[in-house]
């Protein structure tokens, strides 16, 4: 093992071969349930009660006061790395064992703030439409209360994975 893999798997990064050799859906999925590790940005954001479904996720999280910018709320960053996430999983969840997906841009509307006081809120991603080489998808977020608190689209760049081994960096 080189030392690259080697640090991929200490920061829980699943390695591209395990990805390739897995549907979209079956790869989400065992993120969600553990037989994965969790990519290390959900540390940042700290979904729970994730499901997937073919081109549909649902992440539930709780801003805190760790999320805060300097003017004293949860930072648009906490909701883009939500919304984003949950969109490129939507997309991944479509794709077959071989294919991958990079996000090629989004687009983010903020509608309500976020503070520590808001309590749980959900993110759903779901799929416009997913071609051989592009990917739209939509998500958005809302309170405990089905308030709208921001939404987003994406346009992802679908590809295939590449095979075999690396050389060492």
């Given at each position: ?8 798997i200490d ?6 071969e395990t ?119 939509e998500a ?30």
């Open positions: 093992m080189d030392a690259r893999t080697e640090n991929q920061y829980g990064v699943t390695p591209v990805m390739a050799s897995m549907a979209g859906l079956d790869f989400v999925r065992a993120i969600f349930d553990g037989r994965l590790p969790q990519p290390p940005i959900m540390q940042t954001i700290e979904p729970f009660d994730c499901t997937a479904e073919p081109g549909l996720i649902v992440m539930h999280s709780l801003p805190a006061l760790r999320h805060y910018n300097p003017i004293g709320s949860v930072h648009g960053g906490y909701a883009a790395t939500l919304l984003d996430s949950a969109m490129g999983l939507a997309v991944q969840s479509m794709l077959q064992p071989g294919q991958g997906y990079t996000t090629l841009e989004f687009k983010i509307s903020f509608v309500r703030g976020m503070s520590a006081d808001t309590g749980m809120i959900r993110t759903e991603g779901r799929i416009f439409n997913v071609g051989r080489r592009a990917a739209t998808a958005k977020i809302t309170d405990s209360n089905g308030r709208l608190l921001s939404h987003a689209t994406t346009t992802c760049l679908v590809f295939d994975l590449p095979t075999g081994t690396r050389p060492a960096v």
